[in-house]
């Protein structure tokens, strides 16, 4: 997501993308890289929205978010939280109500990830969002693939050379501009 790109909407793009069937989606976009410059801004903006997910049964139409496909998932999911926390990530979870019964996981967010960082690396397959940052395009294409999984891209800008730029450059099966899934 660059400086120039369209904040509100963005929001809603990267909520779609990650909290989405829970994160169990192959194309989730469980890594968000922002220009530094509107890291802040868009972060806390990204944090208001994701207080507002309502976490519940599926089947209610007002329902956001369900719950975590079987505990060995939600397992997985702990652990890797876990592992973001003890590499020196930060991690958001809005107060939110848990069902107690099933196998649930507040809808998350980690800044301050490194390259480094699991939570950066490895697929959560869960409604897990790690942000890391970067300064110019060149940075920010190096940074996305650098994955093993490259199923899916976004490219936030209003700037439409800038998109072309960036997909042509990306190693993704399918670039959204402006938007995900």
Known sequence: MFDDAPLDQAVEGIVNGIFFNQGHVCCAGSR????????????????????????????????????????????????????????GAELFQP???????????????????????????EEIFGPVLSVLTFRTPEEAVE???????????GIWTDKGARILWCAERMKAGVVWNNTFN
């Open 95 to 121: 107060s939110c109500s848990l069902p107690t019964k099933g196998y649930w996981f507040a809808p998350s967010m980690f800044t301050g990830v490194a390259m480094s960082h699991r939570v950066a690396r």
């Open 32 to 87: 968000l890289l922002l220009h530094e410059s509107i890291h802040d801004l868009f972060v806390e903006k990204l944090k208001l929205r994701m207080a507002r997910i309502r976490v519940g049964d599926p089947m209610d139409k007002n329902t956001d978010m369900g719950a975590i496909n079987s505990k060995a998932q939600l397992g997985r999911i702990r652990e890797l939280v876990q592992a973001g926390q003890d590499e």
């Open 143 to 153: 940074k996305a693939n650098n994955t093993s999984y490259g199923l899916s891209a």
